[in-house]
């Protein structure tokens, strides 16, 4: 009589199992609904209220899901995926959530008819690698050398952003920064450090058009006399130091006993000698300019305007390395170990100016830098940073290609490929992954659908004839131009993607939707309010009527 018993069970299990399931795949839906409408060039833009009560105004994926407090784990997630692909290659961050609440949208109709999520997810995994075997086979290599080729490529990935109206402006920007920070590794392999190397400073006021890539590195400091000190110097000698020019302090609270007066003279000459030995060793090197990352005393400040010698204090060590990589300069630790070779000279100006209120000191116009600074000009502190968001995606994108000079086609057509040829291959699986297999095919087609939406046009007659013209595998350079919405060739429009960008988009979204759905129960390790007296509460398990009940997104 046991049997029955162990049946139940085992159904209400799977039962469970469903509905927890059924909950990850709606929360998951709503992340991807929310930015749904943000795809594409003419994608809507949203308006977010952050923590502090200041407006973001965007159309940039990541910037919008991070900005949402979110109570279901499932929707975290997703919003974790879009963080992830901002970080790998800074762009795609709309495009993988569509594509993964697509993914994880087909496969309800799967868990509903009891398939087993490890099926599925070998069927999605499968259709991962055949699909990133098709990008291989579209992927078009370009002369990273030829500016066109890797302008239009920049364009055409921020032709979806706000900025898209300035024209080639922002491309230009970007290309230039990360040309100028790129370090070959040998073997044809280059490195580009957006994060260390290229600082966006951001100054409100004048036009958008007065942005530029400087030659060089800007900061927010003034010299430290500014009545004694040059504040121009052609082909400056300029020393870097990250220790003080100022007597050393006690490291605790020091006391001192002088038993006589002149006692306390010798102290202060003994301060006045140590500074004084300090600036000597450093003026015999003959610099014109001193920056250093601690602090710079008066008479340390008196010794160097005495020798002509201008001097900045308290810089930020980030600013430190970039003005090394773009002057040549060593930092140096300890001023009695200054060499000749430690000195930069490849800068051929340094200028302050101001700007607004705030003065800038520039060092520009060297030889061959390995550092920038891209100064961001615009009539409010909100579009200048809607600006900066779009040339982050710009350089990111520009650095994808100099790692890897392959581009795919846009504006749908490369998933409409993928899809097309997918649901070719998935007639030669056997068993019961055939189907799982075809659906992921499907769910490609996601993307240029979502694309139609926002053009305005007839998504049903576009799609129909797109898939038309991809039935075979063939035609893989059609796909929709994002401004008017007509059925194209991308080759012609120069609508490109970055590979890089579109495989990581693939692996990202198929890799997260197979992790949730291998999600059966939501164990909740929160304590819960106690009332007086009551003993420890035991962990609970979430079952899908708890998870329904609780609010995906915030109103």
């Known amino acids: 009589m046991q049997a029955p018993v162990l049946v139940l069970s085992d159904s209400l299990k799977r039962e469970s199992g469903r509905k927890v399931h059924h909950g990850n795949i709606q929360a998951s839906k709503a992340v991807a609904d929310i930015i749904r409408t943000t795809l594409g060039p003419r994608s809507m833009l949203k308006m977010l209220l952050d923590a502090g009560g200041g407006i973001v105004v965007t159309?940039?994926?990541?910037?919008?899901?991070?900005?949402?407090?979110?109570?279901?784990?499932?929707?975290?997630?997703?919003?974790?995926?879009?963080?992830?692909?901002d970080e790998e290659v800074g762009d795609g961050t709309t495009s993988v959530i569509v594509l993964a609440g697509?993914?994880?949208?087909?496969?309800?109709?799967?868990?509903?008819?009891n398939y087993h999520p490890t099926v599925i997810c070998r069927a999605y995994i499968k259709a991962l690698e055949d699909s990133i075997a098709v990008l291989d086979k579209i992927a078009m290599s370009i002369?990273?050398?030829?500016?066109?080729?890797?302008?239009?490529?920049?364009?055409?990935?921020?032709?979806?952003?706000f900025t898209s109206q300035f024209g080639d402006l922002i491309a230009d920007l970007a290309i230039d920064a990360t040309t100028t920070v790129g370090v070959d590794l040998g073997q044809g392999l280059r490195e580009v450090d957006i994060k260390k190397y290229i600082k966006i400073e951001k100054v409100p006021g004048g036009?958008?058009?007065?942005?530029?890539?400087?030659?060089?590195?800007?900061?927010?400091?003034?010299?430290?006399?500014?009545?004694?000190?040059?504040?121009?110097?052609?082909?400056?000698?300029?020393?870097?130091?990250?220790?003080?020019?100022?007597?050393?302090?006690?490291?605790n609270q020091t006391n001192a006993e002088l038993v006589r007066e002149e006692d306390w003279e010798v102290l202060l000459k003994l301060e006045e000698e140590y500074i004084e030995n300090i600036c000597v060793q450093i003026l015999k090197f003959k610099p014109d300019l001193v920056i250093t990352e601690k602090g710079l005393s008066d008479l340390a400040c008196h010794y160097f305007s005495k020798a002509g010698v201008s001097a900045i204090r308290r810089l930020r060590k980030t600013d430190n390395n970039?003005?090394?990589?773009?002057?040549?300069?060593?930092?140096?630790?300890?001023?009695?170990?200054?060499?000749?070779?430690?000195?930069?000279?490849?800068?051929?100006?340094?200028?302050?100016?101001?700007?607004?209120?705030?003065?800038?000191?520039?060092?520009?116009?060297?030889?061959?830098?390995?550092?920038?600074?891209?100064?961001?000009?615009?009539?409010?502190?909100?579009?200048?940073?809607?600006?900066?968001?779009?040339?982050?995606?710009?350089?990111s994108v520009a650095r994808n290609i100099i790692k890897n000079p392959k581009l795919v086609p846009g504006g749908g057509a490369t998933e409409l490929t993928v899809s097309a040829t997918l649901k070719q291959k998935s007639a030669t699986i056997e068993g019961i992954e055939k189907w799982p297999y075809e659906a992921a095919a499907i769910a490609f087609e996601a993307i240029p659908r979502t694309l139609a939406q926002n053009c305005g046009v007839n998504?049903?007659?576009?799609?129909?004839?797109?898939?038309?013209?991809?039935?075979?595998?063939?035609?893989?350079?059609?796909?929709?131009?994002?401004?008017?919405?007509?059925?194209?060739?991308?080759?012609?429009?120069?609508?490109?993607?970055?590979?890089?960008?579109?495989?990581?988009?693939?692996?990202?979204?198929?890799?997260?939707?197979?992790?949730?759905l291998r999600i059966d129960d939501i164990v909740s390790g929160i304590k819960k309010k106690q009332a007086p007296g009551s003993g420890p509460s035991k962990p609970t398990i979430e079952t899908e009527g708890d998870a329904d009940n609780e609010q995906i997104l915030p109103d």
């Not at 302008?151 to 921020?158: D, H, N, Q």
Request: glycine content about 8%; proline content about 3%.
């Open 59 to 85: 159309n940039d994926g990541n910037a919008i899901l991070r900005e949402l407090d979110v109570a279901h784990p499932a929707a975290k997630s997703m919003i974790e995926l879009s963080r992830t692909q």
């Open 459 to 516: 998504v049903i007659r576009t799609m129909t004839a797109l898939q038309g013209k991809h039935a075979n595998g063939e035609n893989a350079w059609t796909g929709i131009d994002g401004n008017s919405g007509l059925i194209a060739d991308m080759k012609e429009c120069k609508i490109w993607d970055s590979y890089n960008v579109k495989a990581q988009t693939f692996k990202t979204a198929i890799e997260a939707a197979c992790m949730l």
């Open 322 to 395: 970039r003005i090394a990589k773009a002057c040549g300069a060593v930092i140096v630790n300890r001023p009695d170990e200054l060499q000749e070779s430690d000195i930069g000279t490849g800068a051929g100006l340094f200028e302050v100016k101001k700007i607004g209120d705030d003065f800038f000191s520039f060092i520009v116009e060297c030889k061959e830098p390995k550092a920038c600074t891209v100064l961001l000009r615009g009539p409010s502190k909100d579009f200048i940073n809607e600006v900066e968001r779009n040339l982050q995606d710009a350089m």
């Open 143 to 161: 002369d990273i050398n030829d500016r066109s080729s890797v302008l239009g490529l920049v364009k055409s990935c921020i032709g979806t952003k």
């Open 207 to 251: 036009q958008f058009e007065d942005s530029e890539v400087l030659k060089g590195v800007m900061f927010n400091k003034d010299v430290v006399a500014p009545g004694k000190m040059k504040r121009k110097i052609v082909n400056p000698r300029i020393i870097l130091l990250d220790c003080p020019l100022e007597y050393k302090k006690g490291e």
């Open 102 to 113: 697509e993914m994880l949208h087909v496969a309800e109709a799967f868990v509903e008819k």
